[in-house]
């Protein structure tokens, strides 16, 4: 099973940024990676998930603008970038990988397609 492990998280203030980061403890090698976050209370949500192959990506209304997602070929990692949080961002991030033939807009929300996760890294945003 895939290794992944999480790291990036804490507080920020609102409208501040934060730089998730995702190491695969091998290769990419066409791999997509999504970010999925829970709030307290709440279900698993997905946010955003990438290609590895062709860094074609997708985002949820939610943080669409806001955030971007990356991979590095050369660290074998994929980067969730968050720019102007909101406190509606809290909660515990984690990402997941897979190899799939599926469209992204159909699997980058379920997690159920997502068959390796880290362990989550929480993200604490103040107003």
């Known amino acids: 099973q895939l290794q992944l492990v999480e790291s990036g998280g804490g507080l920020v203030q609102s409208g501040g940024s934060l730089r998730l980061s995702c190491a695969l403890m091998?290769?990419?090698?066409?791999?997509?990676i999504a970010w999925f976050r829970q709030a307290p209370g709440k279900e698993r949500e997905g946010i955003s998930c990438?290609?590895?192959?062709?860094?074609?990506?997708w985002y949820s209304d939610a943080v669409k603008g806001r955030f971007t997602i990356s991979v590095d070929y050369d660290t074998n990692a994929a980067t969730l970038q968050m720019d102007n949080v909101k406190p509606e961002d809290t909660g515990v991030y984690y990402c997941?990988?897979?190899?799939?033939?599926?469209?992204?807009?159909?699997?980058?929300?379920?997690?159920?397609?997502?068959?390796?996760w880290g362990q989550g890294t929480q993200v604490t945003v103040s107003s």
């Open positions: 997941a990988a897979v190899r799939s033939i599926e469209p992204l807009q159909i699997m980058c929300a379920q997690s159920y397609y997502w068959r390796n």
């Open positions: 091998e290769p990419l090698d066409n791999y997509r």
């Open positions: 990438v290609k590895s192959i062709n860094g074609e990506a």
